[in-house]
């Protein structure tokens, strides 16, 4: 599910951060369309788009409602995750940020934690401010919960509500979880709307909501279908590591306009991203063929990189908050070069099928969200090579406005061919393709740390290889878990 967009009044213009990128000097913004984005009060300038939880602080919670269960946890956000107190009561569930003495949250993650008071501060204030918020939702507003897995343990837990938001919480331990999930469905308030036997495993849940009968038979789009299986396979609007994927379905961004009912028009379904080229993919199987690991840990893979990752969802959203921040985060404080930002449609595909480093598939933002193109805050991306400033992105010919690119790339996610080849790409994402035989025989292995027990984190007894275990798990991509065992049915 996607959470609102809301104006945010703790703007951040980033300023420092393009400063840190490229000290010679200030690149300007190009500016954006006045016709999409019309302008506004001069007092409304330092407001943005920002993702936050709209369930308001409860009442019950500073009155007689007291907790009936309370433990440690994290609670897990796109801008890193921050240790708190999780206190279940009858009418409400709440997460209160643990602080130290002088009032400031404990144990951010992504170095969000570090001093965002001072004005040299690597990190914007408003990362710091989203996540030492506490939080209060009422039980009744619970519309789903769904088991998830976080840094490769299965120890979190996803709570949807009816007003399309969500919280990621995570555990110390699957049994502290599992005393939660079962305190939660056994109260009153929402016992009749949920029960324990709703809450079940990835697979068992896909057979359960019929999620494959119901696509095949044309009652669910390929949009919506798609976005089923990610949020059964636990992929998450709250986690970057394990953001929802999707297809590029698109080849052709050069015409000025698109034949959709040509077979020449799409992407090949049936292979991944790093298949797609004949001369690159003869050299991910050498290095397939090639790789020894002398200590027999580190399986044979065709790809480093992963086709989702944060860095990759950071890199599409760098325009929009708080992706801005999250990406400037990952820089270490500061944008990274121009010339390794999101800039074209077209060359971005190209780098996905020419670079030996580049595999990565698309966000569900692709299908619905035209805002994500354009820069409408002016933010200071930086200067390429030859001397264009980076500002709104640039599209192809046959889409002249970001509406249009969003509409015809949706038409192409829905058409004939799509919906005809679109189980061959989730054989790859979700299904047999995978794992195992299957997945050498399509060229489909990722390095090893990507894929869902791997690694018993929780057995790794050095500090440094464990550190440096959870970053590859953090920040280069996570594998979906996987949905089907057998070859996924065609639409009918």
Known sequence: MRRRLIKNVNYEDHRVAASRRDRTGQ??????????????????????????????????????????????????????????????????????VERDSNGRAKQLSRSAATDTHSSNDKHPRAVYAELSRDYCWQLSDIHQVHFRRYMMRSSALEIFFR?????????????????????????????????????????????????????????????????????????????????????????????????????????????????????????????????????????????????????????????????????????SGKFDHADRQF???????????????DVKELIPEFYYLPEFLVNHNSLSLGQKQDGTCLGDVQLPPWADTPEEFIRINRQALESEYVSANLHKWVDLIFGYKQRGVEAVKAYNVFYYLTYEGAVNIDAVQDPVERASIESQINYFGQTPTQLFATPHPPRQ
Request: a neutral charge; proline letters at 5%; aromatic letters at 12%.
């Open 27 to 96: 690149c300007q913004a190009e500016p954006t369309n006045s016709d999409c984005f019309p302008s506004v009060p001069s007092a409304d300038l330092s407001e943005e788009y920002e993702i936050i939880d709209f369930s308001a602080l409860s009442e019950a919670a500073s009155g007689p409602d007291t907790a009936n269960f309370s433990t440690f946890g994290e609670r897990i956000a796109l801008l890193g995750c921050v240790y708190g107190r999780i206190e279940l009561a009858h009418s409400y569930l709440r997460f209160i």
């Open 163 to 331: 007003d399309r938001t969500s919280v990621l919480l995570n555990f110390a331990t699957k049994k502290t979880l599992m005393q939660l999930v079962w305190k939660l469905t056994s109260l009153p308030a929402v016992n009749c709307q949920l029960a324990l036997s709703d809450i079940r495993p990835p697979p068992v849940l896909l057979r359960r909501l019929k999620l494959t009968e119901h696509w095949q038979r044309g009652e669910l789009s390929n949009f919506d279908y798609l976005m089923g299986l990610n949020t059964v396979a636990g992929r998450s609007y709250n986690d970057l590591s394990q953001y929802p994927v999707f297809p590029w379905v698109i080849r052709d961004y050069t015409s000025k306009w698109l034949d959709l009912t040509n077979s020449k028009t799409f992407r090949d379904l049936s292979r991944p991203m790093g298949a797609l080229n004949e001369k690159r993919l003869k050299h991910f199987i050498e290095r397939y063929e090639s790789f020894e690991d002398p200590s027999g840990r580190i399986k044979k893979f065709h790809y480093g990189t992963h086709y989702s990752s944060a860095a990759s969802v950071a890199y599409y959203l760098v325009r929009m908050e708080p992706f801005a921040s999250v990406h400037v985060s990952l820089q």
């Open 343 to 357: 800039h074209s449609i077209a060359d971005t595909w190209n780098s996905c099928v020419t670079s030996s480093g």
